[in-house]
């Protein structure tokens, strides 16, 4: 007899399950027999030790074993029998009450998928973001190298201005009293790169060597240095040198230094051209491609299964502890992390990802080999050997996959587009590098 599902909610469902007493011990002594060919039991041979002794040391693992066995059959029998989609794994509860003694009763709670609709795409507004490269682009792009190239020369008499290296002491007292990493002698940075606070950069500004300087800094509330932030130090600043950038010149020479092994400055510009064009397109692609996934998601009016999304959350707690690892961080295997942080991020992503398979299905919008392959080949360019990278992806299976859940993307947001309405968007190549 099929077990009666019970609607608990929308998406909650409950199941009774009942397992035969008597076919769980047939099982478990099976198994204790196979076990006693082969196991080894102090003083005597195998398959020679009595059966009693081997219920009493394995005999409560293998019936643990077989009653989850049995149980999680009997549970995918009664779903498959009710043709229902279980999300995630159920929760399952011994049932006491009204149970005949031969019998092993349960009770599953679960989730079940929702139905998913695809909201009517007509309706949709995106945005599809474009960046044109002009000659401009190209230029500051080669001084962006040039910058990186550049040589210090030390200016007797120099006021200090960005671009500049200025090399200095400093030490600093909160309430009058050193504190530790607030000293350094000889300390060079380039004024304009951001690295010092804001007002350290702007005290230095304006100096010659020789010349000092006190001023107070108040250190930001989540400064990484815990024992100063939040709290205002005076600072002394002595300059040493303040050294002029000088920055090569864009000749056969500084072309070879980037590549270009015959000097062409012609050719070098040309695969400036096509990097940064390169890269314009992928960022410009991924705004459109946020664009239509936020339209998407904001249409989508279904629920979702709470254990998906809780596994998520676990998934991304995971990854932020992985990431404190790498970053060198004491402690973070046991460093409380709120799963609710990202309890509304996953819940959308869970949302998003069972629309967007519903509309893959739905359009057909899987990914073709040949698109999967011109997607590696388009990432391969990125490299100096595109044919190795191009068969490494295509001998690994799981490095294939990552490329082709990006196509599907891809056809995902052409589909779109193809059926929204669409504002074309001309984005500055300086905002969409994030230098604007």
Avoid at 104 to 115: N, S
Avoid at 187 to 202: C, D, K
Avoid at 393 to 419: F, G, M, T, W
């Amino acid at each position: 007899m099929q077990p009666v599902v019970q609607t608990l909610s929308s998406l909650e469902r409950r199941i009774d399950l009942a397992v035969s007493l008597a076919a769980v011990e047939k099982e478990v002594q099976e198994q204790l027999k196979r076990v006693a060919r082969t196991v080894k039991v102090q003083g005597f041979r195998p398959g020679k030790a009595p059966m009693a002794m081997l219920e009493r040391s394995h005999g409560p693992g293998i019936r643990y074993d077989v009653i989850n066995s049995q149980v999680g059959r009997a549970f995918e029998q009664a779903v498959d029998g009710a043709k229902l989609r279980v999300a995630g794994a159920p929760s399952v509860e011994p049932k006491t009450e009204g149970v005949d003694e031969n019998t092993l009763a349960f009770t599953a709670t679960f989730e079940v998928y929702p139905e998913v609709a695809v909201p009517d795409l007509a309706t949709l507004s995106v945005t599809r973001s474009a960046s044109e490269i002009s000659d401009a682009e190209v230029d500051k792009t080669i001084d962006v190298l040039r910058k990186q190239r550049a040589v210090y020369e030390a200016r007797e008499g120099r006021a200090a201005a960005d671009g500049d290296r200025v090399t200095l002491d400093f030490a600093g007292t909160i309430d009058g009293i050193p504190f530790e990493g607030g000293k350094a002698e000889s300390f060079p940075f380039v004024l304009g790169q951001g690295r010092m606070l804001p007002e350290f950069e702007a005290a230095a500004q304006g100096l010659t060597a020789g010349e000092t300087k006190v001023f107070p800094l108040k250190f930001p509330d989540d400064y990484q240095g815990k024992d100063v932030a939040g709290k205002t130090a005076e600072f002394t600043i002595t300059v040493r040198e303040v050294a002029e950038g000088v920055l090569p010149v864009v000749d056969a020479e500084f072309a070879k230094q980037l590549g270009e092994a015959d000097g062409n400055i012609d050719k070098l510009r040309a695969d400036i051209r096509s990097n940064i064009e390169r890269e314009a397109k992928s960022r410009a692609d991924a705004r459109t491609k946020n664009s239509v996934m936020d339209a998407l998601v904001e249409a989508a009016k279904f629920e979702v299964p709470r254990a998906l999304v809780d596994s998520d959350v676990e998934s991304r707690v995971a990854a932020a502890r992985e990431d404190l690892k790498q970053r060198g961080v004491p402690n973070a295997d046991t460093m409380p992390i709120p799963p609710e942080v990202f309890a509304d991020e996953s819940a959308r992503r869970v949302r998003l990802g069972l629309l967007v398979s519903e509309l893959v299905k739905q359009a057909q919008l899987q990914a073709k080999p040949e698109q999967v392959r011109a997607k590696i080949e388009a990432f391969a360019q990125n490299y100096e050997q595109p044919a190795q990278v191009v068969s490494y992806y295509l001998s690994d299976r799981q490095r294939r996959a990552e490329i082709e859940a990006i196509v599907l993307e891809d056809n995902v947001v052409e589909h779109v587009l193809s059926k929204a309405k669409v504002t074309d968007e001309a984005v500055p190549f300086d905002q969409l590098m994030g230098m604007a």
